[in-house]
């Protein structure tokens, strides 16, 4: 039986921004809440689950041409976000979901849906970064935070990511990776 890998398509966001989202978590995140390293920190366009391997080297080759197609304004923060909001799991920065974010994300689904079958979740689309995970024994409130700060940024890079998971906490490799 061949391993299979954690895979999620995501747009690359700068170091600047990584690490100011990151000092942003370390100070408001309350307790039972880990903040993300920040060269974890990214935009999740699809998460794709745990996949063989020959899906991961089919889905490498639809980067470039839906990057090409495929052009983004500055992308901007737009306020914290606890997902899911009922009982948070994670602590997010949310982004403006523009409609070019929207219609590239659409194109990324579209294209792992016809070459490996892929189907997205069923709940909207919210664009964020994770800065923070809550501990798996804690429970936290939504509680309101003092707003992130207000940044924007271009996304260089679309990415396919293999996440792995262990004992030193995740680490992400990139796999393949396309110029916006």
Do not use: K
């Not at 929207?102 to 909207?124: C, D, K, N, Q, W």
């Amino acid at each position: 039986m061949s391993q299979r890998l954690r895979l999620f398509v995501a747009l690359d966001v700068p170091a600047t921004v990584r690490a100011e989202l990151a000092a942003w978590c370390a100070r408001v995140a309350p307790p039972g809440v880990r903040p993300v390293p920040a060269d974890n920190l990214h935009l999740t366009l699809a998460f794709l689950g745990s996949r063989p391997p020959g899906e991961a080297r089919a889905v490498a080759p639809l980067l470039t041409p839906v990057a090409a197609t495929h052009a983004l304004p500055a992308l901007a923060t737009c306020g914290a976000l606890w997902l899911p909001p009922r009982r948070p799991g994670v602590l997010t920065v949310g982004l403006v979901a523009v409609d070019e974010l929207m219609t590239l994300r659409a194109a990324v689904v579209a294209a792992l849906a016809a070459t490996i079958g892929f189907e997205a979740e069923s709940r909207p689309y919210r664009p964020h970064v994770t800065v923070g995970r809550v501990a798996r024994a804690m429970r936290v409130s939504a509680i309101e935070l003092d707003p992130p700060p207000p940044l924007t940024f271009a996304a260089r890079a679309l990415t396919l990511y293999r996440s792995h998971t262990g004992a030193g906490g995740t680490r992400y490799e990139p796999l393949a990776r396309a110029a916006m």
